[in-house]
């Protein structure tokens, strides 16, 4: 039975070498392509693909993973698999949680994209291994929700800048920035700037 797929990646390039690995007239069709988001939410309404391969950044548009919860939200929904080059956490359980079937790397073999792609359009959720790890352990702990105000103080941080630093640009008082920092060590758990940069950098928080 043939799997019709419908490509999203921003770069022409790389939906080129997609649909030249993946379309040789066998279990795999590829039905059109996409640059952004929108796009492919208008053209899967139209082409109704079992299997949306998209990228995880989108250029100037929505991205991977609100592209994934936009496709899933339509009727008939497309099961959606990601691949991309990035796997930070963070990323790889927003997309699972928006909807995804599974999560690959741009550095895998062909087959295991059409694997990834048969499954997908069977229902099943298709991870590697290392990556199903990290998923199971991120839904285990979840990361922090931090305010808008609380993350805009986190990217400071992970720059570098001092307290007083941070309450000139967010124009707040020394004593607010330093409350901001007692809620962001809290939700993280940690206890120092250090472990609090280290953790954003880990997590994708920022």
Do not use: W
Request: glycine share 8%; net charge negative; aromatic share 2%.
């Amino acid at each position: 039975m043939t799997t019709t797929v419908l490509l999203v990646d921003d770069h022409p390039v790389v939906r080129s070498g997609l649909r030249a690995v993946l379309d040789t007239g066998g279990a795999i069709k590829i039905v059109g392509e996409a640059a952004t988001g929108e796009e492919a939410i208008t053209l899967t309404s139209h082409l109704k693909p079992d299997v949306v391969l998209c990228d995880l950044r989108l250029g100037d548009g929505i991205d991977g993973i609100q592209t994934t919860a936009a496709l899933r939200a339509l009727d008939p929904a497309p099961a959606v698999l990601i691949l991309t080059t990035f796997d930070r956490d963070s990323e790889i359980l927003g997309a699972i949680e928006a909807g995804a079937a599974g999560y690959l790397l741009k550095d895998v073999a062909p087959e295991v994209i059409i694997e990834g792609l048969q499954r997908a359009a069977a229902g099943e959720v298709f991870l590697s291994p290392d990556l199903a790890s990290r998923v199971m352990k991120g839904m285990s702990k979840p990361t922090p929700k931090l305010t808008d105000r609380e993350l805009e103080v986190l990217r400071l941080l992970v720059q570098g800048v001092t307290n007083q630093e941070i309450a000139r640009a967010l124009y707040v008082t020394e004593a607010t920035v330093k409350t901001h920092l007692t809620h962001i060590f809290t939700k993280l758990d940690v206890d120092s700037r250090s472990r609090a940069i280290l953790l954003a950098k880990e997590t994708g928080l920022v």
